[in-house]
């Protein structure tokens, strides 16, 4: 039997770069080699000396010293902390001197405003398909916003870099297609900027995952794509030769076929009979194409279900039908040599096989040979290293364990688990050492069990039926499809071909977590950044599979997810990836912007990141959604709305800006706040070539931002909303609802001018989420006439949205008699500004009334949970605490207060997490 230790020394990666240049002389780091294999030679040494100290570092990966190495290309690839970033920074900040000596850069450069603009990009483009992954961004979507804030030359930042887009991105800015240019080109003019500084960007990508970071460096490393082509068809054809015997099924008039795929089928038990019962042949409509929940035993017509409807919740058809037994899984006990012991899994049967004779396809119900073929391959022993790896228990990882898919090999039929680890040998020994291909064979998710055969799709012959796994799981389908793996990496030959590009060394990859960088203090020009979703993607046990065959896998203590099986709550991932933000925000220059891509329907995860960039001493200068479907971005209000991918743009304030807010008097230093924050606001956005409005302009939003500011460096609020808004309107200036700066005021008019106005500000109070959206709302209406009790409730009605969990019930009349101005005749107004801070002080005085009445409640150890809250009540109580330095009272109430209303409320949750931390 072939030595098989989990993680033998034989090491089978080693990253190596493809292309004719290897053997001439390279200059790196201030050094001259050779070669390349000097280079690597010299640095992996180097590498080797360094790894005690950096072993220290949070997120280094699971791995052996050796394997680790191996899998290295130092210095522009470690798999583990990059010790070379800030040698790559010193040298990028010189080359920077000579592209100004060229006047290809300024030597003063400073963006003013976020790219707020439309983003409309596809996924079908060739680098974006070469590989898979569960989540990328497209590269051309991301070079807009590189193109907006770098100038050629600058350094960028992505810790959570996945595999290697904002890498490609940046180097793509050299040189794009011209189709692409000129698209952008042309966005920029119609979005009101110049044309973007086109030319090479440099750039730092670091991910957890060593999958991940292993695909980004060979996607932006240097290649010579027909040596890449010619030797891995070479190797595809050898591995054909020795392992194409295991994918043969005989034709009619004794000739052989090639498998295509083979789809296999789960096997239950009858409930009622204890008959087997094969799932392909019970539960699958030929001729309609789908599958049945329910069906009939084939042996005793007994109804039966893999998962009986619950008849509560069922369709009144369903509830009138027999109620479906549940059907229980048949298994199987067979000896596993590499783990020395019997292991119990869950019955499959070959149900049809696809073949191709002399380029025609065919299809057949296996035959004896075949069924004698899988067993000859069983019953075979795999010359070659694979991976054995136990499954760790996981969120993800539950169901696959239970049906017995205990160890890595065990996501592998046998035949694909050959062909894979063959392949994989001879890659080893090939003088290119294609990693590329190592790589992403690595992730092909259809050459496991988990490959989904879609019966819609076979029937009715629209597409290929074979669609690669269940995104964001490990689950394996009750109709598997068993691909041809030598297909596939013919197909992935050919789509790593058309995705390869002409780039030099501008991109520096490292294996390590977002909280522990190692750069320098202000050294990254700007960050892009597309983390991860909360609980929505399990990545380290997602990847665990693919990094067993690297042999290097992630640590996932500081991995920045919620997670039940890792004891990671909400606030345990806010929390990670505040220290993550945090590290952003030292490692950049101050006066620079960050890009956070962002994807979660949860209000609450929302809040959380949002909340985390701001205590991380971000600015939030611009939040927009991403309506993939039409390809716009539509202004976020509220985070209870958030139902697509946000676009957050902030940015880190200058160095002059924090040295005169730290010596200014409170009240200086308000508006000089906002006088800084106005100047990075988009002065307007243009949509199909009309302005619209600037929400983050609006008085509400300016004063969020600013409680979020003095919130994060730990200082009392020193104005309140009344005085606020009375002030504001006389110090800057006010058009159609937004605040400028005088200049800004002017090229706004200018703009409006030359192409009219789409939406003005009072878009932003259609919908009522909270009841200080009411207030928006009722201002703006009795802004322009006052207005009776009766005739503003069915439109307050209309534009109310459902109460959330928790919260008290928003009363209109309340309202009202709190915040206007009745009249004879039974209108209410607005209050003019010597009313309105009277106003202000009789509803601070009810809500603060009502806030003691909580905390009392709170403190009554007989209180489990609050309810029915209001939230502008826990807003202003937590305020007044934070001034009195009461913060055991904000940890009260906000321990027992509904947790829906603390996560999705960006303030309540800003003034408990800092109050938590000082308790």
């Known amino acids: 039997m072939p030595t098989n230790n989990l993680f033998d020394s034989d090491t089978l990666y080693s990253a190596t770069p493809l292309g004719a240049k290897a053997s001439l ?67 990028w900040e010189e080359d920077k001197k000579t592209l100004v000596a060229k006047k290809k850069r300024k030597e003063e450069y400073e963006v003013h ?63 794009p297609d011209l189709e692409l240019r000129t698209r952008i080109d042309a966005e920029f003019i119609d979005q009101g900027f110049k044309k973007p500084n086109w030319g090479a960007r440099k750039a730092i990508c670091g991910d957890l995952s060593p999958i991940a970071s292993f695909i980004a460096c060979n996607f932006n490393a240097p290649v010579d794509t027909g040596a890449f082509e010619r030797e891995a068809r070479r190797i595809l054809a050898e591995v054909e030769s020795e392992c194409g015997w295991m994918y043969e099924t005989h034709h009619t008039n004794g000739m052989i076929g090639r498998i295509n795929y083979t789809v296999w089928s789960d096997v239950f038990v009858c409930p009622a009979c204890g008959n087997e019962i094969i799932f392909w042949d019970a539960a699958i409509d030929k001729e309609k194409g789908i599958v049945l929940d329910d069906f009939n035993c084939p042996h005793c017509d007994a109804m039966v279900s893999k998962d009986p409807a619950n008849k509560q919740s069922a369709s009144e058809s ?115 050492n294609i990693n590329l291909l190592e790589a992403v064979l690595g992730g092909i998710s259809v050459s496991t069990k988990m490959s989904r055969f879609r019966v819609p799709l076979w029937i009715n012959k629209t597409s290929g039926p074979m669609k690669g796994m269940t995104a964001g799981t490990l689950y394996i389908p009750s109709c598997m499809g068993e691909q041809n793996i030598g297909n596939v990496i013919d197909e992935k030959i050919q789509a790593i071909c058309r995705g ?42 997602l990847n665990f599979i693919w990094e067993c065959w690297l042999k290097v896998i992630t640590n996932n203590k500081t991995e920045a997810i919620e997670n039940g099986s890792q004891g990671k709550s909400l606030f345990d991932y806010q929390r990670l990836m505040e220290s993550c933000f945090s590290e952003y925000y030292r490692s950049l220059k101050p006066g620079r912007w960050m890009t956070v891509e962002f994807s979660n329907t949860a209000a609450a995860v929302w809040n959380g990141i949002q909340a985390s960039i701001q205590r991380a001493g971000f600015i939030i200068a611009n939040v927009a959604a991403l309506d993939k479907q039409q390809g716009s971005f539509n202004a976020v209000t509220n985070p209870t709305s958030v139902k697509q991918d946000l676009v957050i743009s902030c940015y880190k304030p200058s160095s002059e800006f924090d040295t005169k807010f730290r010596i200014s008097s409170s009240e200086v230093s308000v508006w000089d706040f906002i006088a800084e924050h106005l100047s990075h606001l988009p002065i307007c956005i243009i949509k199909k070539k009309m302005t619209t409005a600037v929400i ?46 005088p200049d800004q005021a002017a090229e706004y008019e200018e703009q409006k001018r030359k192409l009219g106005m789409t939406k003005q500000i009072d878009f ?18 009795l802004a322009r006439k006052p207005q009776k009790y009766q005739d503003i409730q069915p439109e307050f009605l209309k534009a109310n949205t459902a109460t959330r969990k928790g919260e008290k019930e928003i009363e209109l009349k309340t309202l009202l008699e709190e915040n206007f101005i009745e009249l004879a005749d039974g209108c209410y107004r607005c209050p ?23 905390l009392e409640s709170a403190n009554d150890p007989k209180t489990k949970k609050l309810k029915e809250l209001r939230v502008e009540a826990l807003r202003t109580g937590f305020k007044a605490c934070w001034e009195k330095k009461d913060f055991a009272s904000i940890v009260v109430l906000g321990e027992k207060m509904p947790q829906n209303l603390l996560l999705e409320d960006e303030q309540l949750l800003m003034f408990y997490d800092i109050a938590k931390d000082r308790v």
């Open 25 to 91: 002389p390279v200059h790196c780091l201030g050094k001259d080699y050779k070669n390349d294999e000097e280079r690597r030679a010299y640095f992996r040494e180097e590498l080797r000396k360094q790894l005690p100290e950096l072993r220290k570092l949070e997120g280094f990966p699971i791995g052996e010293d050796d394997d680790i190495i191996a899998l290295s290309d130092p210095p522009y690839y470690t798999a583990c902390p990059n010790p070379w970033l800030n040698d790559f920074i010193a040298e």
């Open 696 to 741: 983050e302009r609006s008085p509400k939003i300016l004063y969020d931002r600013l409680i979020s500011y003095y919130l994060m460096r730990g200082l009392p609020i020193p104005i309140d909303a009344a005085d606020f808004q009375v002030s504001l309107k006389t110090k800057f200036v006010d058009r159609d609802g937004m605040m400028f700066l």
């Open 318 to 432: 369903q509830r009138l039908r027999p109620v479906a037994k549940k059907l229980g899984r048949a298994f199987t006990t067979s000896y596993d040599p590499l783990l020395s012991s019997s292991i119990r899994q869950a019955k499959i049967v070959p149900v049809l096989i696809n073949y191709t004779v002399n380029k025609d396809r065919f299809e057949k119900k296996p035959d004896l040979s075949d069924i004698e073929l899988v067993k000859k391959i069983e019953a075979s022993e795999i010359p070659y290293w694979y991976p054995y790896n136990e499954i760790p228990k996981g969120d993800k990882t539950g169901e696959p364990i239970r049906i017995g898919i205990t160890h890595v090999h065990h996501f592998y039929t046998k035949r694909n688990l050959w062909f894979k680890a063959c392949f994989i040998n001879k890659c080893k020994n090939n003088s290119l």
């Open 500 to 541: 390869l590009f002409s780039r030099d060394h501008l991109a520096v990859i490292q294996v390590a977590s977002a909280s522990t960088s190692c750069l320098e203090n202000d050294s990254i020009d700007y960050i892009f950044t597309d983390p991860p979703f909360g609980s929505n993607i399990m990545y380290s046990e």
């Open 832 to 854: 003019d500004p010597s009313e309105e801070k009277d106003r202000e002080a009789l509803r601070t005085k009810a809500l603060l009334k009502e806030f003691n009445h909580y």
């Open 113 to 175: 405003e976020p790219y707020a603009s439309d983003v409309s990009e596809g996924k079908n483009n060739p680098i974006y398909n070469a590989h898979s992954y569960h989540t990328k961004v497209p590269h051309p979507a991301i070079m807009r916003y590189i193109l907006h804030y770098t100038q050629p030359g600058d350094i960028i930042y992505d810790g959570f870099a996945g595999t290697g887009m904002t890498g490609v991105a940046a180097q793509l800015c050299d040189n």
């Open 764 to 781: 932003l109070f259609d919908v009522i989420y909270s009841e200080s959206d009411a207030l928006a709302w009722l201002k703006d209406r």
